[in-house]
Structures are given as C-alpha cells and as structure tokens.
C-alpha cells in the first residue's frame, strides 16, 4: 500500500511562489510515475503536471508550462511542485498522484494512489 501526503500549500498573493512536497512510502517509489492534478470548486480535477519513474520526461498542462516546475526525488521518496507566478486561477486543492504501470498522463484513471490534497489560494 503506498500513502502519499502532500504539504506545503498556503496563501499567497497573485505573482508569488509556493513549493508544494509530497512524500511517498513504499519500497516501489522509484518505479512509479507521478503527477499533480488540482481541482477548484465547483469544477472537474484537471491534470497540471506528471513525471517518468527517473524524473527525467515531464509535461505540464498548457496553463502552467513555463511558470510550474515538476521534480522527482527517488532517494528522499518525495515529488515536488515549484509554482512561480501564481496566478488566481491556479487557486484550487493540489493532489498527488502515483502510477505503478508509471504512467505519466494527463489521465486520471491511469494512477493508483492519490494523496488528500493541499490547499493552493493565490489572492489578487
């Protein structure tokens, strides 16, 4: 069984940064491709981010490509959302996402596992 738990949301003001974590157990952690997704009220989860069990493939929803960095760290089980540039419409709960085929998709059924989410508010 893997558990994933993400930290770091909060609030912040149109512009600024925030570094969402998620840390992962289980042996099989180098294995899995991960992802972000979000979902703000009173609307579907969307895709933002994934990553190939190396870290080393990535892709970025539109909206965020350019302004959010996606990292792996297999040796500290942990997956990481740099967000630059935050924008109001990024405010929503951020989920983490582990797939142990390790995908990397934009698709929501492909992952096995998902965090509870952090809350992500960017005010204007």
């Known amino acids: 069984q893997v558990q994933l738990v993400e930290s770091g949301g909060g609030l912040v003001q149109a512009g600024g940064s925030l570094r969402l974590s998620c840390a992962a157990s289980g042996r099989a952690f180098i294995n899995y491709g991960m992802g972000w997704f979000r979902q703000a009220p009173g609307k579907e989860r969307e895709f933002v981010s994934a990553?190939?069990?190396?870290?080393?493939?990535?892709h970025y929803a539109d909206s965020v490509k350019g302004r959010f960095t996606i990292s792996k760290d297999n040796a500290k089980k942990t997956l990481s959302l740099q967000m630059n540039s935050l924008k109001p419409e990024d405010t929503a709960i951020y989920y983490c996402a582990a797939s142990e085929q390790g995908a990397y998709t934009n698709y929501v059924g492909a992952y096995d596992y998902w965090g509870r989410g952090t809350q992500v508010t960017v005010s204007s």
């Open positions: 990553t190939s069990w190396s870290g080393g493939s990535t």
